[in-house]
């Protein structure tokens, strides 16, 4: 369920950034501003500040992509170094 939720979430994500450029290189050469209250300036701008968050976003997800199998590998390797190490292997003498 929850592998399903996070693809949702990111095409989702997906959809937004692409629209978001879309709708800004659609209108962005072809606009004729009507005024302070433009709801057509007020969109291109939500658009902008969609592509300014999510940018960040994405180069936050990159780096996780690239870095969390080495760690996971990391943490791996620890556990089962850690769990070779009991009494028996070390020789430890339980009794006096």
Do not use: W
Not at 20 to 39: K, Q, V
Request: net charge negative.
């Amino acid at each position: 369920m929850r592998k399903l939720l996070g693809v949702i979430l990111g095409l989702f994500l997906i959809a937004v950034i692409f629209f978001s450029m879309l709708f800004i290189s659609m209108e962005m050469g072809h606009h004729d501003c009507s005024g302070e209250e433009c709801p057509v300036c007020r969109a291109l701008e939500e658009c902008i500040n969609n592509l300014r968050s999510f940018g960040t976003a994405c180069v936050i997800a990159v780096a996780v992509c690239v870095l969390l199998p080495y760690i996971v590998e990391k943490i791996q390797k620890h556990i089962e170094e850690v769990m070779k190490l009991n009494l028996i292997s070390e020789r430890v003498r339980l009794n006096y």
